[in-house]
Every structure is written in C-alpha cells, then in structure tokens.
C-alpha cells in the first residue's frame, strides 16, 4: 500500500537557519504530493503542493521538488522564522486512492 | 477560497452523551467529505470519507454506529459521537474536496473532552 516516511523530528533551529524536512514515498502510479502545516491547536493548511515529477511547489518561501527518481519531496526554507513554529505533515494522494495518505509530521521549533 | 470551517472548536461533555460536529465548506460545494482524528502528537488518523448523499465509508477499526456521519448536502457534513466515553477525548478534523481528486481542504478541528 501507499505510505509516506518523513524526517523524525522535533527539530530545532535559530532563526535565520536553512530547513530541510526529508519525506519519502512508496506509491503505485503516479502520485499528487502535498505538504501541510499545523499551527497549535489548528487544524490543517496546504502549505504547497506538486502534481507531476519534477514539478516544485512553492508558498511562502518555502519549496519541495517532486523527485520521482528518488521518490522524495523534501520541504526546504532558506531562512526559517519564528513563526514557522509548528508541525510539517508530508502526504499523497495516489492515483487510484481517494484518500490522502500522511507521514507522521514533523514538529519545528525556532528559537528567537 | 476553499474555506472549510467546523462547529464547535471545543466541547466538554459528561459520559454517555453524544455530542454532534459540523463540517462545512463556505465557499465551495463539497462532493467528499472526509473525518480524521488525531491523538496528540500523533499524525491524522483517517475515520470516514462521506459522499453527498450517500453513506460513508468507515475505514477498518472504526465503529460506524459510535461514529455517525451525514453529509446531507454539499455544504455540510456531521459527525455525532454517540455514547461518548472518555476514551474518545480526541482531536477531530474534516476536510472537503470539490472532486475526487482534488487537494482536501481542512477545517480547524474539533477538540472534544469526555469526562
């Protein structure tokens, strides 16, 4: 079945610093690959989202590139801020499925 | 757009009441609605994916009859949780989709607490 493995976390960084979130897929067909976030106590939101290998999918300074050759989607920022605080969750929704399938997220902190 | 919103954000109740959670889409007509929970600090747990209309889907390990969906039209989906027990203190989130394959979009949550 689909599933999605993402960087184990709590990270924690200075602000300023670069991010990289890794997340890894294994999926049948040809997958949409998304990056939500959630804010304390909130739901979820789309942070970005690709829907074809080699697209990059960009919001808010952030980026990940669909890379079909090495099934991955990493997330990465150049310059976090503190309000970047909060929880990464990578996930896909597969051809075939009508459900997204989620990594277990990833919790940011960044440090004034 | 694509603003999804759910009522109430918080709820206490005592144990063995139900306690019903709305889900709506406000500027979009929703074909699927799907419920999630969530533990703390835990990834979202897929519950249900409802069709307008039509019954839900139950994935495997949820109880349909605990867990009562409708989703009566396109704007507009309810979860009741019948018989609530402590154990079902949770997170609970829906999302909304205009198609099939198109990205969810997620309401804030609903953050119930069964004493």
């Known amino acids: 079945g689909d599933s999605v493995t993402q960087m184990e976390g709590p990270v924690t960084l200075s602000e300023e610093a670069f991010l990289t979130i890794n997340c890894t897929y294994t999926a049948t067909g040809y997958p949409s690959l998304f990056w939500y976030v959630q804010y304390p106590g909130e739901g979820l939101q789309l942070l970005l989202k690709?829907?074809?290998?080699?697209d990059k999918g960009s919001n808010k300074g952030f980026e990940a590139t669909y890379r079909k050759e090495t099934t991955s989607f990493h997330l990465e920022k150049g310059s976090v801020q503190v309000s970047d605080s909060a929880v990464y969750f990578c996930?896909?929704?597969?051809?075939?499925?009508?459900?997204?399938?989620f990594g277990s997220g990833t919790q940011l902190t960044v440090l004034p | 757009g694509a603003v999804v919103s759910q009522h109430p954000s918080r709820v206490i109740c005592k144990s063995g009441t139900s306690v019903k959670i709305e889900c709506r889409s406000l500027?979009?007509?929703?074909?699927?609605m799907f419920w999630y929970r969530q533990f703390p600090k835990q990834s979202l747990m897929l519950m249900a994916t409802?069709?307008?209309?039509?019954?839900?889907?139950?994935e495997q390990g949820v109880e349909k009859d605990k867990f009562l969906i409708n989703h009566a039209s396109l704007t507009l989906s309810t979860l009741t949780v019948t018989s609530a027990h402590p154990e079902d203190s949770s997170f609970y989130i829906c999302?909304?989709?205009?198609?099939?394959?198109?990205?969810?979009?997620f309401g804030p949550g609903t953050r119930l607490l069964v004493l």
């Open positions: 409802s069709n307008e209309g039509s019954k839900a889907t139950y």
């Open positions: 996930a896909l929704l597969s051809g075939s499925a009508r459900q997204l399938t």
């Open positions: 999302s909304a989709t205009r198609t099939v394959q198109e990205t969810q979009y």
């Open positions: 500027d979009f007509q929703a074909t699927t």
């Open positions: 690709a829907t074809k290998a080699d």
